[in-house]
């Protein structure tokens, strides 16, 4: 009797792996055919003819060199009949609604799996991070920073920087990083699954419990929702007439702006006000809160600011936005800021207030999922909605908006939906990083959040000065900021300010998540003259004074 089974390989990293896998495979009597989806899906169909031993099957690939186990089978998971009961179109396992990093895991993850699944996507393949956020944002600071070290200083003259600059230039290398890496990340790798299938259009629950695209009935038993963000635009009066700019038309500009307001006080706002200051353009910053970075510990958010305003923004807290207008060519806004009236004035205003979900056209309510007032999808720990069919991941949720988290949401929502609440998404060590110069980064609690908490806390700073590569860079802006509990000495969070603060911060994310101690960073070895050295450096102060110390002492 014919019968399909599937394995999961490991081992293969490019096409000749998937062609060996496969030759091996059909050189067992009793195989009929062998089908191999790209070796990045890393597993392999097989058709057997007859009865044969699994462990046949794993001993053929071994001989090649490669390793094999059973794939997992997706089971149905217990509960009501779905809500949702649309019959026509083609058969998945599992539908995806959203073509971004959070669809994409989710689909990966279930055709690992062993499932079929449909991504259905509205825009651009991709989603925000490659096309519109992470990628073209990071591309155009590092721009700006090249720039602004090449000896191009602000206040140099906004004409004459203009003039230098090659704006269409620049442009065009984060255009063309764009488009490679949405290729690569996206669009080579769907073409990789052949048991993923792509439908373009808007996804849309009805209220009879079907779910349509484009007019046309999808079956769909379960589904992932991933349909991102995009930009928050407030309504306040005179916004229309303002045409304030958002993150994504910000970066598509055709000529720089001589002067720009910007709205917000946190990582979007401050990465490209410190980008556009960088190309020349007089950036005046406007913050509710009374300090930027609200989140982050006040040490970090106060030595961030002084090193903006260095570099010539104006930076404004205790700003409440009244009214927004616009005279002649200059964009207007009116605000109370400590209590008085004030109106400033740019050739352009920048909206970096948050995204808002895109959920909007979804039709969730008729499905029965429970969305925050401001139309946030609410997910538990499993990925979970409302609906026990439907689960969804990324920034369309109440989760914390970044790439990241939305990849590993999506895989888990996909492993949850094919087969039960078996996996949760852990935030505990969720590193956090503001990519302006120096970067601002964090993972854990403050000092407050601890206290809050009820922990009994210790904490540590040290000024960036004290660490010996900061020093030899010539860049000693910043700290670095240790919260442990007083009494065992465990880290609860590190927080800091520095030059490639992400990649330190990396180090201080493990310390957290494996619940290390203080004495655990104080007697691990830290190469010299590096920044993540400065952590070994916090550590040992919560002890000694480190003027007190040479180099490498411990």
């Known amino acids: 009797m014919r019968r399909t089974l599937r394995l999961h390989i490991q081992g293969m990293t490019c096409d000749d792996c998937a062609r060996h896998v496969t030759q091996a495979l059909q050189s067992v009597p009793g195989v009929e055919k062998v089908h191999i989806p790209g070796w990045r899906a890393a597993q392999a169909e097989i058709v057997l003819a007859q009865a044969v031993p699994l462990q046949r099957l794993i001993a053929a690939v071994r001989a090649a060199g490669y390793d094999a186990s059973a794939s997992d089978a997706p089971t149905p998971r217990p509960g009501t009949p779905p809500r949702f009961s649309a019959t026509a179109g083609g058969e998945s396992d599992l539908v995806v609604v959203g073509g971004g990093s959070g669809g994409f895991a989710a689909a990966i993850r279930a055709t690992e799996m062993g499932a079929r699944v449909l991504i259905i996507n509205q825009g651009t393949l991709g989603g925000t991070c490659v096309n519109i956020g992470c990628v073209p944002s990071k591309a155009l600071l590092r721009s700006a920073a090249a720039w602004h070290h090449s000896g191009h200083h602000p206040f140099a003259g906004v004409h004459t920087r203009a003039e230098r600059l090659d704006w269409d230039a620049v442009r065009a290398q984060k255009d063309a990083l764009v488009a490679s890496l949405r290729q690569e990340k996206y669009t080579d790798v769907l073409a990789a699954y052949p048991q993923i299938s792509l439908l373009r259009g808007q996804a849309r629950f009805t209220e009879d419990g079907g779910l349509e695209v484009n007019g046309q009935r999808i079956q769909a038993e379960r589904v992932v929702i991933a349909s991102g963000a995009r930009p928050r635009i407030m309504p306040w009066p005179g916004v229309e007439a303002a045409a304030p700019l958002t993150s994504t038309s910000l970066m598509a500009l055709e000529a720089l702006p001589e002067s720009l307001i910007v709205l917000g006080g946190r990582a979007v706002a401050l990465e490209l006000g410190q980008m556009m ?22 040490e970090v958010s106060t030595a961030l600011t002084e090193a903006l305003r260095e570099e010539g923004l104006e930076i404004i807290t205790g700003v409440q ?13 009116l605000a109370r800021v400590n209590g008085q009236p004030r109106t400033f004035r740019a050739a352009h205003i920048l909206m970096a207030l948050g995204r808002q979900p895109n959920t909007d056209a979804l039709g969730l309510a008729n499905v029965g999922v429970a969305m925050t007032a401001q139309g946030n999808i609410i997910v538990d720990k499993h990925m979970a909605t409302s609906n026990p069919h439907i689960y969804a991941a990324g920034d369309c949720t109440t989760l914390p908006q970044f790439v990241y988290v939305a990849a590993a949401g999506g895989s888990i929502a996909a492993e949850n939906a094919l087969n039960g609440n078996r996996r949760f998404l852990d935030l505990q060590a969720l590193p956090q990083v503001v990519f302006t110069e120096p970067q601002a980064a964090r993972v854990g609690l403050t000092e407050a959040e601890a206290l809050a908490a009820g922990h009994a806390v210790k904490t540590s700073v040290l000024p960036l000065e004290a660490v010996p590569r ?15 509990h007083a009494e065992s000495g465990q880290i609860l969070g590190a927080h800091l300010l520095a030059a490639e603060g992400g990649e330190v911060i990396q180090t201080a994310t493990l310390a957290v998540k494996l619940g290390l101690r203080v004495q655990d960073l104080q ?32």
């Open 277 to 298: 200051a960088r190309f020349g353009v007089r950036v005046t910053l406007l913050q509710r809160s009374e300090r930027i970075l609200p989140t982050h510990e006040p």
């Open 321 to 333: 936005v009244l009214q927004l207008g616009r005279e002649g060519n200059a964009r207007t806004v």
């Open 470 to 484: 900061a020093r030899a860079a010539r860049d000693t802006r910043g700290l670095i900021k240790l919260v442990a």
């Open 523 to 554: 007697n691990t070895f830290f190469p010299y003259l590096t920044q993540v050295e400065g952590l070994k450096l916090a550590a040992l102060a919560f002890d000694k004074d480190i003027a007190r110390l040479s180099c490498c002492a411990g």
